[in-house]
């Protein structure tokens, strides 16, 4: 696990610049049907029996990041019984870094891990999708300034 990671963040390592205005973080830009979180490291309620915190491992800076999400029952003890999957992209270029959902993957510690590319300074999000049986029980984004 720890080895396919580093792989892939060596495979990741190539920048994209843009020219492009540096908006400030906007909840009014948030992904549609997405609720905007709470702030890093804040419990958030994952439908009725659980909840989730995320944040990224380091504090993010060009280049790239990983986001880690955990979830805990609503008594404390940690599930990895969800999928979750997540994107990167920026609100005021929709599209332009976004790399479509990409599966979170479960360390052998039960934490799941997600490699970003930040590409350029501005406003950032980091889109998550939480499922379970098959089913979606959230959707949530983290909104950014870098
Ligand atoms: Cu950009």
Same mark, same amino acid.
């Given at each position: 696990m720890r080895v396919l990671l580093a792989a892939l963040l060596l495979a990741l390592v190539v920048f994209e610049v843009h020219p492009a205005a540096a908006l400030a973080a906007n909840p009014s830009l948030a992904k549609r049907d997405f609720q905007v979180l709470p702030k890093p490291g804040e419990k958030v309620p994952?439908?009725?029996?659980?909840?989730?915190?995320?944040?990224?491992?380091?504090?993010?800076?060009l280049g790239n990041a990983v986001m880690r999400v955990e979830i805990f029952t609503r008594e404390g003890a940690r599930d990895t019984s969800f999928t979750v999957k997540g994107d990167a992209d !920026? $609100?005021?270029?929709?599209?332009?870094?976004?790399?479509?959902?990409?599966?979170?993957?479960?360390?052998?510690? #039960?934490? /799941? =891990?997600?490699?970003?590319?930040?590409? !350029? $300074?501005?406003?950032?999000?980091?889109?998550?999708?939480?499922?379970?049986?098959?089913?979606?029980?959230?959707? #949530?984004? /983290? =909104?950014?300034?870098?």
């Open positions: 994952l439908g009725p029996r659980h909840y989730f915190t995320y944040a990224f491992a380091k504090p993010p800076k !920026m $609100p005021s270029m929709r599209g332009a870094h976004a790399a479509g959902d990409q599966n979170f993957a479960l360390s052998k510690k #039960g934490v /799941y =891990l997600l490699p970003v590319r930040l590409v !350029m $300074p501005g406003d950032w999000e980091v889109s998550f999708v939480f499922q379970k049986d098959g089913k979606t029980v959230l959707r #949530g984004c /983290y =909104l950014f300034d870098l």
